[in-house]
């Protein structure tokens, strides 16, 4: 339970903005606000079109913040998660770097082994994330734990059709193996390299492919 005030609508009103990533026609602003000694996250539709944030705009944050809040108490996951209206949600704010920021040789192969944990303890909760195949969508923090962020294209896992089930829950473990190997080539074991390659053989013909990631700020440094 918050024991600490908490961000509004009225608090981001008058504060000047201080932007992550700027959102686009159908994006949200993402912006850092103090608050109590805090700093939060929030992502904000009402900067949208009237027809974006009145539709898509609510159906998102209304989406992402179950996910956030069912994800509760997973290591990895972002803090308290609130909704500040109908339009934007928040969350306390993680210190830290995205994945992508980072050189070959880094991190350590211990920092892939607890991103797979949290990727696995999420599909516990029977949630797929289903774009970490974008390293910006993971954040590396001071002591070198994984974070997930940007839950905004996710999807329950059907467990009444496990074969489907597996089918997506491969696909976000292959975005951890794929940023592995980026990071540590050469040092994927033979079971998860043969998922990667599995999922990427038949991944080219997804139709999809490009637009289950609509929410993302492509090429854009995050820290959520």
């Known amino acids: 339970m918050l024991t600490h005030p908490i961000p509004t609508r009225d608090l981001l009103e008058a504060t000047p903005p201080r932007y992550l990533a700027r959102g686009r026609i159908a994006n949200a602003d993402v912006r ?3 608050c109590g000694g805090h700093l939060w996250v929030v992502k904000d539709f009402s900067v ?6 009145h539709t898509v705009g609510r159906w998102f944050i209304r989406r992402e913040l179950k996910a956030l809040q069912r994800l509760q108490g997973i290591p990895g996951i972002a803090e308290n998660p609130l909704r500040l209206d109908a339009f934007a949600l928040a969350y306390l704010f993680i210190e830290g770097r995205a994945l992508n920021e980072f050189p070959k040789g880094q991190p350590s192969a ?6 797979e944990s949290a990727v696995k303890a999420m599909h516990a909760r029977g949630i797929a994330h289903l774009d970490l195949r ?3 969508n993971i ?11 940007d839950f905004q294209s996710h999807v329950p ?10 089918s997506l829950e491969n696909i976000d473990l ?12 050469g040092t994927l074991d033979e079971s998860r390299q043969h998922l990667l390659d599995s999922v990427n053989a038949w991944r080219k013909w997804w139709v999809l492919k490009g637009y289950l990631g609509m929410g993302r700020l492509a090429g854009r440094r995050r820290r959520r």
Not at 110 to 115: G, H, I, Q
Not at 157 to 166: D, H, M, S
């Open 32 to 34: 850092l606000v103090e």
């Open 48 to 53: 949208c079109p009237v027809w974006v944030r």
């Open 110 to 115: 211990d920092f892939f082994l607890a991103l």
């Open 134 to 136: 974008n390293r910006g």
């Open 139 to 149: 954040l590396v923090d001071a002591s070198q734990q994984p974070f997930l962020i």
């Open 157 to 166: 896992l059907p467990r009444w059709f496990p074969p489907l089930a597996r």
């Open 174 to 185: 292959s975005g951890v193996y794929k940023a592995w190997g980026k990071s540590l080539p």
